[in-house]
């Protein structure tokens, strides 16, 4: 089956530094990846995505690439903000049974400190 | 778009009544999903409707849930005979009907069983 396994938290930052979260996942077929945000008080929402092998996804300064070899979509940014701070979730998309049915990780939750 | 709306917001149930939860999604949207949300873990799928179909159950769902969309619109989710280990967040989500198609997510309605 397909699995999500993202590194656990909680990512204490100070404002300014650099963020790596690590997402690697298992499927069958070819996903796409998703990572998703949920800021406190808030639902989730779709932060950036990639369909396909050396894809980079890109929004709000975050990156992530998606790697078939290493099975990973690890997130990345350069300078984190306080407002920043929320739990991430990395996801997958792909075809299971005839319906495309996302699977996610379990999320990991950044707190950036002024 | 007006966004996914869920109803109610907060839901506070004794062991052993039934609740039941509604959905709208955003209009134009055939796919509707619903996951539950426990404290630190990631979404967790439940079933999931292409238009008025319910397609997909998870094969953990137990027979006390249920869930409808009658006419393709809105869904509501039923839950029987609460039990305190049903207290968690619940998700709806839709998405277009294109392949792997990232989801919207409402802002989620939380039970909780005394």
């Known amino acids: 089956g397909n699995s999500v396994t993202q590194m656990e938290g909680p990512v204490t930052l100070s404002e300014e530094a650099f963020l790596t979260i690590n997402c690697t996942y298992t499927?069958?077929?070819?996903?796409?990846l998703f990572w998703y945000v949920q800021y406190p008080g808030e639902g989730l929402q779709l932060l950036l995505k990639?369909?396909?092998?050396?894809d980079k996804g890109s929004n709000k300064g975050f990156e992530a690439t998606y790697r078939k070899e290493t099975t990973s979509f690890h997130l990345e940014k350069g300078s984190v903000q306080v407002s920043d701070s929320a739990v991430y979730f990395c996801?997958?998309?792909?075809?299971?049974?005839?319906?495309?049915?996302?699977?996610f990780g379990r999320g990991t939750s950044l707190i950036v400190h002024p | 778009d007006t966004g996914v709306s869920q109803d109610p917001r907060h839901k506070i149930t004794k062991r052993g009544q039934n609740v039941t939860f509604r959905c709208d999604p955003i209009?134009?949207?055939?796919?509707l999903y619903w996951y539950r949300q426990t404290l630190g873990q990631g979404p967790e799928f439940l079933t999931y409707?292409?238009?008025?179909?319910?397609?997909?159950k998870s094969r953990l769902l137990s027979d006390r849930f249920s869930a409808e969309r009658p006419k393709g619109s809105f869904s509501t989710l039923e839950i029987q005979r609460t039990e305190q280990g049903d207290s968690a967040m619940y998700l709806c989500?839709?998405?277009?009907?294109?392949?792997?198609?990232?989801?919207?997510f409402g802002n989620g309605t939380r039970l909780t069983v005394t």
């Open positions: 989500a839709s998405s277009a009907d294109r392949g792997k198609s990232p989801l919207h």
């Open positions: 499927a069958t077929g070819y996903p796409s």
């Open positions: 990639a369909t396909k092998a050396d």
């Open positions: 996801a997958l998309s792909d075809l299971t049974g005839g319906s495309y049915i996302p699977t």
């Open positions: 209009s134009e949207h055939n796919r």
């Open positions: 409707f292409q238009n008025e179909a319910q397609l997909e």
